[in-house]
């Protein structure tokens, strides 16, 4: 588990000095420069952009909000209990049971 944290902190670091660097070089173009640069700038921010995904453990992308958790799990129990209901039905396995009776009991005599 400490390994996976360096490796996160070693992926964050590099991520940060690809900015800091990104950004320093962005600075010194000339307004030429950055129009024929353009092409080549777009492509390294959509890079970052997706490099920030790698960091999800630390910018979760959906919040959960719930104001009363045992209200919402109750609901969440009856939703299943409903859809359960309408997805599954119940077997007749009585002919089975008196077979397997009627086995068992003439193995023993």
Known sequence: MLAQEYE???KMDR???DMKNFLQRAQTYSTVEFFFEQHEIKDE???MKHGINQFS??????KLK???????TKKIQED?????????EVI????????????TSEIQN
């Open 66 to 72: 719930v104001e009363d958790m045992q209200e919402t």
């Open 45 to 47: 921010i959509n890079k």
């Open 92 to 103: 007749d396995n009585s002919f089975a049971l008196e077979n397997f009776q009627y086995v």
């Open 8 to 10: 996160i902190q070693k």
């Open 57 to 62: 453990t630390y910018i979760p992308k959906v």
């Open 15 to 17: 991520f940060e000095r």
């Open 80 to 88: 299943l209990k409903a859809k359960l209901a309408l997805n599954l």
